[in-house]
């Protein structure tokens, strides 16, 4: 069984960072792409970044510059270095992964959700 686990959110001030991590951990053959979505309250869920198996990377427009996505391998985790945070920033974020077991069967998977609140 497949499980993700999201770390690193909390409360900062505006200008502030902070780097949200995401372990993967089972029967894991392959992570093909890792993004990470957010949520604010009221609004509809938003792709954050994306980071695909061979390093290649898109940001929404609103964070372009500020936030960085990363992957380790062999450790099965992914990364987003939170930069220059801003108030709008706040939201629940989210990791999601695409993984192929060993049983080579490829599924999409959610973590459970951090905080992340910016206060001005």
């Known amino acids: 069984q497949v499980q993700l686990v999201e770390s690193g959110g909390g409360l900062v001030q505006a200008g502030g960072s902070l780097r949200l991590s995401c372990a993967a951990s089972?029967?894991?053959?392959?992570?093909?792409?890792m993004g990470w979505y957010r949520q604010a309250p009221g609004k509809q869920r938003e792709l954050v970044a994306v980071i695909r198996s061979g390093g290649s990377t898109n940001y929404a427009d609103s964070v372009k510059g500020r936030f960085t996505i990363a992957r380790d391998n062999a450790k099965n985790t992914g990364y987003l270095q939170m930069n220059s945070l801003k108030p709008e920033d706040t939201a629940v974020y989210y990791c999601?992964?695409?993984?192929?077991?060993?049983?080579?069967?490829?599924?999409?998977?959610w973590g459970q959700g951090t905080q992340v609140t910016v206060s001005s």
């Open positions: 999601n992964a695409d993984i192929t077991t060993n049983k080579l069967v490829s599924t999409r998977y």
């Open positions: 089972g029967s894991i053959f392959r992570i093909n792409i």
